[in-house]
């Protein structure tokens, strides 16, 4: 088979000699997803083409539930919304017994059209609207409150509710963790968050059932998670002391990290993020040495979102065509970019081909097809020649990528789900010009 010219250019040579952190990594080819050939569903979906798994969905969220709930007698996990809003994700982890959680009134409708009942939705956020409130309060959803005009507000629709509604309060606080995450909700230290306690349980409009904290994304040192228990349980044994409240549960929020490693880590993912079981065992002992009575301990909930399902999705994409820039490095152009991948700004994606190469790499600096200098997937990583048609997977894709995705230059594609035999079910269709378009109008001097 006569193979593909390429103009001669003069590079520097990589010798790929071992450095600090051994050879340079090859690139092992991926050609198959629990057991369904890539080239197989390419040919049947289309490419550029997400791919979710269903197993590992499951034993994501099993892992999280196990590392907890064998250290603190009460764990309940709520699914983060706004990390994937696909039907199908969402049903999977509410099959395996997780809430609810949502930041807007688009989300609290999602999360009841899917089955969730009120009391099992947790509604955070700094942007509730007059209607959302009135909606939340209509199917007793839990309301975390964010800030005094939100408290104002709530205490103005809970005048003419039918029920006392149920509210946790947002506690932003110092776990040591840098930077502070001081947007959402009361400050601790400063004194707002008991002053808004106060005003909660004296209105005598609201029923204040729960604290909740958010320190961070992608945190990786477990202690902050500690210093956040302690500090929110003793906040609780404040409030039943003093306010003759108790508290039924304390949200420890989200953040826990994927196995994807960080733009500019200096080691990859696998070598810096502490095992589930860390996060577990501070939060635990936390609350374990708050010194509540064992018939009074807080229900304990965490908003699982991209530690669950970050690694139960893979983007599957087709070479579009390779050239050398300026300084002749190889350029490879692939049918998706940020438009689908938004994560490739703060992750360096593991890439692999999606079959068997020679075992000679070279740099190569990974773009999509949009016309935007920004459009860079990967600024190097070490791949082999590929020529167009040629597939590459993406792995580890399955946080945020498909609730932040854009029909930006080129419509968003197919994405299906690989069940637990490894069937594969088109959980969302392919947009089309017309999808892209049915909410058009065109005034009548324009047709």
């Not at 952190?21 to 090859?26: D, L, V, W």
């Not at 009135?134 to 039918?162: G, K, S, T, W």
């Not at 807080?298 to 893979?314: N, Q, T, Y």
Request: net charge neutral; hydrophobic share 40%; glycine share 8%.
């Amino acid at each position: 088979m006569k193979q593909p010219y390429e103009r001669p250019s003069l590079r520097k040579l990589t010798a790929g000699t071992s450095g600090k952190f051994g050879p340079r990594p090859t690139a092992p080819a991926t050609t198959e997803l629990e057991g369904a050939a890539v080239a197989g569903l390419v040919a049947q979906y289309g490419s550029p083409l997400f791919v979710l798994s269903e197993r590992q969905l499951r034993r994501s969220y099993q892992a999280v539930q196990r590392a907890f709930a064998t250290r603190y007698p009460r764990v309940q996990l709520a699914w983060s919304y706004k990390t994937n809003y696909l039907n199908a994700v969402c049903r999977t982890f509410h099959q395996e017994g997780a809430w609810a959680e949502v930041v807007s009134g688009m989300e609290l409708e999602k999360a009841l059209l899917n089955g969730v009942p009120g009391p099992h939705i947790l509604f955070n956020g700094p942007g509730k609207r007059r209607v959302d409130l009135e909606r939340a309060c209509q199917v007793d959803a839990l309301i975390h409150l964010d800030n005094a005009d939100e408290l104002h507000l709530l205490l103005d629709v809970a005048a003419a509710a039918p029920h006392l509604p149920r509210v946790a309060l947002r506690v932003n606080l110092d776990t040591g963790f840098y930077p502070q995450w001081d947007r959402f909700g009361f400050n601790l230290e400063n004194g707002e968050a008991w002053q808004a306690l106060t005003r909660v349980v004296q209105s005598g409009r609201l029923a204040l059932t729960g604290l909740h904290c958010h320190i961070g994304t992608y945190v990786l040192q477990p202690e902050a998670y500690g210093q956040a228990a302690t500090k929110l349980a003793a906040l609780a044994r404040r409030c039943q002391r003093e306010l003759h409240t108790l508290v039924d549960y304390l949200d420890l929020g989200g953040g826990f990290p994927s196995t994807n490693t960080l733009k500019g880590a200096y080691l990859p993912a696998a070598d810096t993020v502490p095992p589930l079981d860390a996060y577990a065992e501070a939060v635990a002992d936390a609350l374990l040495g708050a010194g509540f009575e064992p018939a009074e301990r807080p229900l304990l909930v965490l908003e699982a979102g991209r530690a669950v399902v970050d690694d139960a999705g893979s983007l599957i994409g087709s070479v579009l065509a390779n050239k050398r820039l300026a300084d002749g490095r190889r350029a490879t152009i692939l049918d998706f970019g940020v438009n689908l991948l938004f994560t490739s700004f703060w992750y360096d994606h593991h890439i692999s081909p999606a079959r068997a190469y020679s075992d000679h790499t070279e740099p190569t600096v990974l773009y999509g097809p949009l016309c935007m200098n920004i459009d860079q997937l990967r600024a190097s990583i070490a791949l082999p020649l590929m020529v167009p048609g040629d597939q590459v997977v993406v792995h580890k894709v399955g946080a945020y990528n498909l609730s932040q995705w854009q029909q930006f230059i080129n419509l968003r594609p197919n994405v299906v789900l690989l069940d637990q035999a490894g069937t594969p079910h088109l959980i969302r269709a392919a947009e089309t010009l017309e999808y892209l378009q049915q909410l058009e109008q065109v005034p009548d001097h324009l047709l």
